[in-house]
């Protein structure tokens, strides 16, 4: 069974940074593409990045309003993907969710909350 | 970027009314798309994915329909508990954008 559980999530002041994790298991992840995904409160669904898989070298892509602020990275040895957030915004308080894309179909985690605030 | 427009924002709908959202890929994804379902405080429910496959254990009135650029979610018999929100998601390639999203209410 597939299973991916987001944490590091918390309060940072605007300009800080934060790292989240995303643990997995059930599967090998190195196949895998791993996104991340964001909402808003109040707000509707937003893609911020993808890691693709060994096989497309893990290529990143990252979504125009995080680009050059967010890095996606990988351990595969650890199943653990991240999300190194920098230079935050308080438009960047979301709930970050994993999420696993196998064969098309894709697996979501929990999600995990940072608020940027002062 | 691939870009995502959902229609309508908005839709009020009778219980066991048909009804459809409708969504547009800015160039052809083949049949990379998912439909979401999400109510308030919730994790996003997956529905449909590959465009037209049902998630396991979501009810038979959910179907999708479409490939290419025009896509639909189709709810042949709108019930009460699917008052929600409902978001397309393309996964071609190297991004996965939604689109805005398709407030459902069930009069």
């Known amino acids: 069974e597939v299973q991916l559980v987001e944490s590091g999530g918390g309060l940072v002041q605007p300009g800080g940074s934060l790292r989240l994790s995303c643990a997995t298991s059930?599967?090998?992840?190195?196949?895998?593409?791993m996104d991340w995904v964001r909402q808003a409160p109040g707000k509707g669904l937003e893609w911020i990045g993808r890691?693709?898989?060994?096989?497309?070298?893990?290529?990143?892509e990252y979504a125009a309003s995080v680009k050059g602020r967010f890095t996606i990275s990988r351990d595969d040895s650890k199943k653990s993907v991240y999300l190194q957030m920098n230079s935050l915004k308080a438009e960047d308080t979301a709930v970050y969710y994993c999420v696993s894309w196998r064969s098309g179909y894709p697996d979501w985690g929990q999600g995990t909350l940072v608020t940027v605030s002062s | 970027d691939i870009q995502m427009t959902q229609s309508p924002s908005t839709l009020s709908a009778s219980v066991e009314d048909r009804i459809t959202i409708a969504c547009r890929a800015s160039e052809s994804i083949s049949n990379w798309l998912a439909w979401y379902q999400q109510k308030p405080g919730k994790a996003p429910k997956l529905l449909i994915y590959k465009a037209v496959t049902l998630e396991s254990g979501v009810p038979s009135r959910f179907s999708g329909s479409g490939s290419g650029t025009e896509f639909t979610l189709t709810i042949s018999s709108l019930q009460p508990d699917d008052s929600a929100t409902y978001y397309c998601?393309?996964?071609?390639?190297?991004?996965?954008?939604f689109g805005q999203g398709t407030k459902v209410e069930v009069k």
């Open positions: 059930g599967f090998t992840l190195s196949d895998h593409y």
């Open positions: 998601q393309q996964y071609n390639g190297f991004s996965a954008m």
């Open positions: 890691s693709t898989n060994k096989a497309q070298s893990y290529t990143t």
